[in-house]
Nanobody, 120 residues
Framework: VQLQASGGGLVQPGGSLRLSCAAS????????MAWFRQAPGKEREVVAV????????YYSDSVKGRFTISRDNAKNTAYLQMSTLKPEDTAVYYC??????????????WGQGTQVTVSS
């Protein structure tokens, strides 16, 4: 199983980025997809979670209303659209996959992470 996260970079406060997570080697259409992030010196925290067919979502309070998780099962890809970015969103972002919907870091498969830096 491989999860390839991409789309990170340097963006100014108030800007936007879209992260992608391309999956292979798993039954993507039956996998819950999630995004987590980890800032320096902090624990990994959940950002957003999306169910198999996209009907159930979860967002952490810190990103609710600014970030949107989505998926394209035909492309085996999950996305995280991030808007109105703040410096405190700076972190390494990881995508994760599992059969079970969870807001904790108990996911079976993880991507390698992509750095998001929000700074002027």
């Amino acid at each position: 199983v491989q999860l390839q996260a991409s789309g990170g970079g340097l963006v100014q406060p108030g800007g936007s980025l879209r992260l992608s997570c391309a999956a292979s080697g798993l039954d993507f259409s039956r996998s819950v997809m999630a995004w987590f992030r980890q800032a320096p010196g902090k624990e990994r925290e959940v950002v957003a979670v999306l169910s198999w067919i996209g009907r159930t979502t979860y967002y952490s309070d810190s990103v609710k209303g600014r970030f949107t998780i989505s998926r394209d099962n035909a492309k085996n890809t999950a996305y995280l659209q991030m808007s109105t970015l703040k410096p405190e969103d700076t972190a390494v972002y990881y995508c994760a996959a599992d059969r079970i919907f969870s807001t904790t870091a108990q996911y079976e498969f993880w991507g390698q992470g992509t750095q998001v830096t929000v700074s002027s």
